[in-house]
């Protein structure tokens, strides 16, 4: 299992997400090579949460295409105040 870090630290990597909109492509230097990426946010409350990867350079990382990463310090779990 491959770990994931953020600018914000610990961050995870998914399939599918929903409720976020995303910015303008641009092109990054990350740690695993360079790749063209998505920032995205919250759609309720437009904080910033992570990207999505749109292409990776490097054959060893295109299986990150197409997939999204989240901040773990960012983003906030709001079942925590649900009344069950």
Known sequence: ??????????????????????????KRNMTTGVHIVQDITCMECNTYVGWTYVKAFE??????????????EVITDITRDWVL
């Open 1 to 26: 299992m491959y770990q994931y870090n953020g600018q914000y630290g610990r961050a995870y990597l998914f399939d599918h997400i929903v409720n976020v909109r995303t910015g303008e492509e641009e």
């Open 59 to 72: 054959p060893t990382q295109k299986f990150k295409e197409g997939k999204f990463i989240l901040e773990k």
